[in-house]
């Protein structure tokens, strides 16, 4: 079962920012947040990852809270294009020993983005 | 740079036919590779992985089954296609820790 919860769907506005909120009060100290993004039809597009701090990258921004139980995707100026399942997934580093470093996806939340 | 290719992009099978599936990545050595299957409104379910070539791991039972005869070719197989097996099935590779995924294979069995 996924680790994390995600609220099933969301609407947002072009132009505007958009947060995606995702719960993960289990981590473990060693696991990372990771967010991917689905396009109907197409293969999982990788978008951010974090541990503690928060991340930024020419896409997005990850912010973790302090406790590390919960995170935000910030998509900062959503266009039509980011229309898409996005998935909050947590996984050991693969460093670890016995991980296999394979991802545990939920059902993410629906983002729609409209005009 | 990396690139990660899969084919067929879309497949239409009978009942009991064999499968083939192919992904490939350039750009990289020894990867970490990663078989998925996607079933319908449904997430992915990890199927295989492989930390190098003739080396694979199996994570759930089924009639499938992998093959890497290459550093950098993974295939996915199977003798006679349930219609279970009708799916979204995703090659994927690991680099530093982030696993980046190909374009798919959508199977339909009938």
């Known amino acids: 079962d996924a680790k994390t919860t995600q609220p099933p769907s969301m609407d947002c506005a072009e132009g505007r920012a958009a947060n995606l909120p995702c719960n993960h009060s289990t981590i473990s100290g060693n696991e990372y947040v990771y967010w991917y993004r689905q396009i109907h039809s197409q293969g999982p597009q990788y978008i951010i990852h974090g541990l503690k701090n928060n991340e930024t990258n020419e896409m997005a921004s990850l912010i973790i809270t302090e406790d590390r139980k919960s995170s935000t995707l910030i998509l900062p100026h959503a266009t039509l294009r980011d229309t898409a399942v996005y998935y909050c997934?947590?996984?050991?580093?693969?460093?670890?020993?016995?991980?296999?470093?394979?991802?545990?996806f939920g059902k993410g939340t629906k983002l729609s983005v409209k005009p | 740079s990396q690139t990660i290719h899969q084919w067929p992009a879309t497949l239409v099978q009978p009942v009991g036919s064999p499968l083939s599936l192919e992904c490939t990545v350039e750009?990289?050595?020894?990867?970490?590779l990663y078989w998925y299957r996607q079933a319908a409104g449904r997430g992915l379910q990890l199927l295989f992985y492989?930390?190098?070539?003739?080396?694979i791991s199996s994570e759930v039972p089924q009639n499938l089954s992998a093959s890497r005869p290459q550093d950098r070719q993974f295939i996915l197989s199977s003798k006679k296609l349930l219609l279970s097996d009708s799916g979204f099935y995703l090659c994927a590779w690991m680099r530093e820790e982030t696993q980046y995924f190909g374009p798919g294979t959508r199977l339909l069995v009938l």
């Open positions: 997934i947590v996984r050991v580093a693969y460093r670890v020993r016995g991980s296999q470093g394979n991802l545990i």
């Open positions: 750009g990289t050595s020894n990867p970490n």
């Open positions: 492989s930390v190098g070539i003739g080396q």
